[in-house]
């Protein structure tokens, strides 16, 4: 698998919806390892900013209900506040994203610690019952998750730059990978 060249984004066969049409269609083992490593990636960062997420608006309540015992006149503003806060957090449930996101990210790290004892067949019966339970996680992320599948395993990764944007969210979910692994690129780093 090493030297080979990454799938670019858009062809990923894997994730939410059309994993098991997909399954059945000339994916190869190098396939199924690229999507497990890829899931993993994104499903660990999902967890990491969801949690983050649920942490920031519990400090962000906290310290607003602090507010209300202190001299700063407006105490109605942080009653709003912490409402606002509150049912965002009931709304979009982030820490029970971070959970599930967590069980799911640790799945595909055990099933590719697991994947050189398993046959081909054995390897995507246990991708696709993995992913029958994965979440939904942001379209923001799947960039990077994509960029360090390639890295780690060793592929060329010939994808576009991530967007400014994209890269925020990617460094808020506890992984920004760096260096776009091309062949181009390497050769006008080394002519350099």
């Given at each position: 698998m090493k030297n080979g060249t990454c799938r670019h984004l858009n062809d990923l066969s894997h994730h939410h919806h059309q994993n098991q049409k997909m399954s059945k269609i000339n994916m190869t083992r190098t396939d199924d390892i690229f999507d497990i490593a890829y899931s993993h990636n994104l499903e660990k960062m999902f967890s990491t900013i969801t949690a983050r997420l649920d942490k920031l608006i519990t400090l962000a309540i906290t310290v607003s209900g602090l507010g209300v015992f202190s001299f700063i006149s407006g105490i109605a503003w942080f009653g709003a506040l912490i409402a606002t806060l509150s049912i965002t957090q009931i709304i979009f449930q982030f820490s029970?994203?971070?959970?599930?996101?967590?069980?799911?990210?640790?799945k595909y790290l055990k099933l590719s610690i697991e994947e050189p004892s398993l046959s081909d067949e054995q390897l995507r019966a246990r991708r696709i019952a993995v992913e029958e339970v994965d979440t939904?996680?942001?379209?923001?992320?799947?960039?990077?998750?994509?960029?360090?599948a390639c890295i780690q395993l060793g592929l060329d990764d010939t994808s576009d730059e991530m967007t400014l944007m994209q890269k925020c969210f990617s460094w808020l979910a506890g992984d920004l990978p760096r260096s776009k692994n091309t062949p181009e690129k390497n050769a006008n780093s080394a002519t350099k």
């Open positions: 029970r994203a971070s959970v599930i996101s967590e069980t799911q990210y640790r939904n996680p942001w379209s923001l992320l799947k960039p990077a998750a994509h960029k360090r």
